[in-house]
């Protein structure tokens, strides 16, 4: 399959008074042409910055380096600006978490559609707003042509996400990047979401990177799966492979937390707490969570090495010495 | 539906005004000293006989109740009386005083948001800099001047020192029978010191206001969305951020409206501005009752016409606000 995105050894750092902790660190990654990349990872593991990252958008104080970022057969090692303004919302969209506030609340729905297409388009008003009105029709608006000349107060949280998604659809993009889609919606209007992110991928061809923290979520939509711990991938691979058999202990966590009906006894969970990135633990940071740590977990961060056609970080499996 | 709305709001204002006249009109009559005490008591010669008639004749005989009910009845019909000194209406008067305030106040608003909105964007943009920390900085400085020091440190330096600018004054006497043109010149030349200090300290007000509402709207997600749709920064400001930025200055402008009528005391007494401040002040120190009485509703009728006209604004301006 044709490689649409590569990026390798990704660093995102925060500027402080007291340093510059790494929040990123060293995350390297392949989206194959028309895949569903599924990213997990507790909050804070940095799977949304890797995600900002491709399109530039970090929040001030937040720096950015990476030794390679190949998209489209194009290198964009130090993209400018303007590169990535030409980038976003026509070849990399990307869909927010928060749908009842990425709206721009005095403006109307279909012009913040339309806005897109005069953008990257060139289009006049009127062909832009009728562009809009198709769009918001795609995405599942009921009435879209009056309902375009509404305000986002007047649209639910699902109708909502699915003008976000219209939004970052409108310019056909190669790629679109879900961060944690569905999280702020009512179950019912997930399950809605998910089945038109589906839908939509099928029909424009889309490659998606689909972010979460949901590892059930994930397994519904994606085809290869990385996992995501304390800034670093610790193990990434064809989902089938990855959920059936688990090699990094993180992984391992992560499933045994997944409540299963007809399930007796507890709900497991993780014990410990995802490390503070500006005090994150000598070796692999997984470590003082791990039942497996030995000395050498303690002293060195493990790397990336393929293990039974996938890739996992973990000294458990080879020490590499 | 909006007019129902305007009509409603303004109906229910009426009460609200007919408050403010009534302490108005209990704490003028209950201060220290009456029209008649003013004239009178420093006459040693006047006798009880004229006293009594004075009180007559301003009908400050009668009960208080009485006194504000025929105030009012005689409101209703536009006539807010004589005052007691010139026996001209307190209508006249007020229009004679209009244009000057109008004047004062209305290039200093011109001055206080077309110079402070754009300051405040521009601050809020580059936020942290150095020149956004000094105007920080000195609009602490700058707001914790009151007005009549500014007045008099204005009027000693650039009047009484430099001699560019006269101290007090709406006009030279020498202007008169020029040309409109020279008239006008010597109108903004007085006008200049004024302005400056009405405007100095609402300018730093209306400039950190907007500082703060433009960080805080720059920092929302839909701005972030705006940013993800591939927009550029100029676009995002003027488009996304900056009506959203202004909706909280609609109220700012709303609480100017009165000061735009109705003047300041301090500043137009300070600098002989023969406007409705001054008006009032003088009126206040002669117990000219019904001219008092006439500014303060004028007053009063504005500030609540300024809130009504911020919130007709809102519901214009705003699509989420429910009327």
């Given at each position: 399959m044709e490689t649409l995105l590569s990026l390798e050894n990704l660093h995102v750092s925060f500027h402080t008074p007291q340093g510059d902790p790494e929040a990123v660190r060293g995350v390297s990654l392949e989206l194959r042409a028309g895949e569903t990349l599924g990213l997990v990872g507790?909050?804070?593991?940095?799977k949304s910055l890797t995600a900002l990252s491709l399109l530039g958008?970090?929040?001030?104080g937040a720096t950015q380096t990476q030794d390679r970022l190949r998209f489209l057969d194009r290198?964009?090692?130090?993209?400018?600006p303007e590169d990535w303004r030409s980038l976003r919302g026509r070849e990399i969209s990307i869909v927010f978490q928060e749908p009842f506030t990425?709206?721009?609340?005095?403006?109307?729905v279909g012009e913040q559609v339309a806005e897109v297409f005069r953008l990257h388009?060139?289009?006049?008003r009127q062909a832009a707003w009728a562009a809009s009105v198709e769009m918001l029709k795609k995405v599942g608006i009921p009435e879209a042509a009056s309902r375009a000349?509404?305000?986002?107060?007047?649209?639910?949280g699902g109708m909502r996400q699915r003008t976000l998604i219209a939004i970052a659809l409108a310019c056909k993009p190669r790629l679109l990047i879900a961060d944690e889609?569905?999280?702020?919606?009512d179950v019912t209007v997930q399950a809605q979401i998910l089945k038109l992110l589906k839908r939509l991928k099928r029909e424009m061809g889309l490659t998606l990177m689909l972010i979460s923290h949901d590892l059930g979520l994930v397994a519904q939509m994606a085809d290869r799966l990385a996992v995501m711990y304390a800034g670093e991938i610790v193990e990434m691979g064809d989902l089938q492979a990855v959920l059936g058999d688990p090699k990094h202990p993180y992984t391992r966590g992560l499933l045994a937390c997944l409540p299963r009906l007809g399930a007796q006894g507890r709900l497991a969970s993780l014990e410990g707490q995802v490390p503070e990135i500006s005090y994150l633990p000598y070796g692999c940071a997984f470590h003082p969570r791990?039942?497996?740590?030995?000395?050498l977990c303690r002293r060195r961060d493990p790397e990336l090495k393929e293990v039974e056609g996938r890739r996992v970080a973990c000294h458990l499996y080879g020490s590499g010495e | 539906m909006l007019l129902r709305y305007a009509l409603k709001r303004a109906l229910f204002s009426v009460p609200l005004l007919l408050g403010i006249t009534l302490i108005s009109f209990l704490v003028l009559h209950l201060a220290p000293g009456s029209p008649v005490s003013a004239r009178g008591?420093?006459?040693?010669?006047?006798?009880p006989e004229s006293i009594r008639e004075l009180r007559a004749l301003y009908g400050l005989d009668k009960p208080l109740s009485t006194q504000y009910w025929d105030w009012l009845k005689r409101c209703a019909g536009f006539n807010f009386g004589d005052s007691f000194?010139?026996?001209?209406s307190v209508l006249s008067h007020i229009l004679q005083a209009l244009p000057a305030t109008l004047l004062l106040n209305g290039v200093a608003l011109l001055l206080v948001f077309g110079l402070g909105l754009p300051l405040g964007i521009f601050s809020a943009i580059r936020s942290g800099s150095p020149l956004d920390r000094a105007f920080t900085l000195s609009s602490f400085l700058a707001f914790s001047i009151p007005a009549f020091v500014l007045a008099l440190f204005l009027q000693l330096v650039?009047?009484?020192?430099?001699?560019?600018?006269?101290?007090?004054?709406?006009?030279?006497?020498?202007?008169?029978?020029?040309?409109w043109l020279a008239q006008a010149g010597d109108v903004l030349w007085h006008l200049v010191l004024p302005v400056w200090t009405t405007a100095f300290g609402a300018w730093v007000t209306v400039a950190q206001y907007m500082r703060n509402s433009t960080l805080e709207v720059l920092s929302q997600d839909y701005i972030r969305t705006a940013f993800a749709k591939g927009l550029g920064a100029r676009r995002i400001t003027l488009r996304h951020a900056l009506p959203n930025a202004l909706l909280p200055i609609i109220t700012l402008l709303g609480l100017s409206v009165p000061g735009l009528v109705g003047g300041s005391f301090i500043i137009e007494t300070i600098f002989a501005w023969p406007g409705m401040g001054r008006l009032g002040y003088e009126a206040a120190m002669n117990y000219d009752y019904p001219l008092v009485m006439g500014v303060v509703v004028m007053g009063a009728v504005l500030t609540v016409f300024g809130n009504l006209l911020a919130d007709i604004c809102y519901a214009v301006v705003d699509p989420r606000v429910r009327y």
């Open positions: 507790e909050s804070g593991c940095g958008l970090l929040p001030p290198e964009w090692d130090r993209p400018t990425s709206l721009n609340p005095v403006m109307r388009q060139g289009m006049a000349r509404q305000y986002p107060h007047q649209f639910s889609p569905t999280t702020a919606l791990c039942a497996h740590a030995f000395k | 008591s420093l006459n040693p010669h006047i006798s000194q010139d026996r001209q650039f009047g009484a020192w430099l001699g560019w600018f006269p101290i007090s004054g709406f006009s030279s006497p020498w202007s008169m029978g020029q040309g």
